[in-house]
């Protein structure tokens, strides 16, 4: 469901009730392999359905690499992640945890935004993205650089450049749908002609995709019974139509 900077996906391998209001997350690689160590006192910043991001201490020996474990409490106060966990959790979900890329190059893009708002385009940043799904259809994506040293994600405002750019669909007919985007960006927001520069460049992107899409729709209508092939790139969408699986699953009861 989602997270900062690099990426780590991981597994919910299991899911158990510790005690009343307590229950325990075993996250595995999904793909068995190690994963990255960490010292006594670390924690992970867990991104949960419904765009959440909560921080979660690691409760299993520092140098176990299979699995990360964590504990959570129900907690009637808080502002929906223990809910999100106990509730919208399940064994065999695909979550994705944070890290964060410190002191790497900027890429060509955000050297241009660096420029932009008159920063050193030329010394090491800390990047991050962050991206949140929210069913039936809406990803909204942070991303950005801050100078290396600052806080990363957190940096004062005079350190960093970044944006946040939403997608969304609704659908047109049982095959085709509108699909829209927007950015809203903190490098240069008055530069009009930065902004027409990047929404050309936008879709440019998306019309080369455009082909391609068209002719997965002939194939799904062609040969129905065909699953879809899932590469690891797709775990994004993997989970997000677990989740509007569930979610068309609850809506669909009939209440006795």
């Known amino acids: ?17 510790e005690a009343q209001d307590i229950c325990s997350l075993e996250l595995e690689h999904p793909q068995g392999q190690p994963l990255p160590t960490f010292t006594a006192g670390a924690h992970l ?42 509730e919208a959790v399940h064994e065999g979900d695909v979550l994705i945890t944070s890290r964060y890329m410190e002191n790497i190059i900027a890429p060509p893009f955000w050297k241009m935004a660096l420029r932009a708002n008159h920063l050193a385009d030329d010394v090491p940043v800390d990047r991050w993205q ?20 600052h806080g990363g994600y957190n940096a004062p405002k005079e350190h960093k450049v970044y944006s946040q750019v939403i997608d969304f669909i609704t659908p047109e007919t ?12 903190q490098f240069n927001p008055q530069d009009k002609a930065l902004t027409a520069q990047i929404r050309e460049g936008q879709g440019k992107i998306f019309a080369e995709d455009l082909e391609m899409l068209e002719r997965q729709q002939a194939n799904l209508l062609t040969w129905p019974q065909r699953g879809l092939l899932k590469l690891n790139i797709d775990t994004g969408g993997v989970q997000s139509r677990r989740v509007i699986d569930r979610v068309i699953a609850a809506e669909s009861q009939v209440s006795p």
């Open 174 to 185: 049982d095959t085709s749908m509108h699909y829209f985007w927007g950015m809203a960006r």
């Open 1 to 17: 469901m989602t997270t900062a900077g690099d990426t780590l996906t991981v597994r919910v391998a299991r899911k158990r009730q």
């Open 130 to 149: 962050i991206c949140r799904f929210t069913p039936p259809s809406h990803v909204i994506i942070e991303v950005g650089v801050a100078h290396a040293g």
């Open 45 to 86: 910043d867990v991104h949960l359905p419904g765009g959440l991001v909560r921080q979660y201490s690691l409760c299993n020996t520092p140098g176990d690499t299979r699995r990360y474990q964590i504990a959570v409490l129900r907690d009637a106060q808080s502002r929906g992640g223990s809910q999100a966990v106990h």
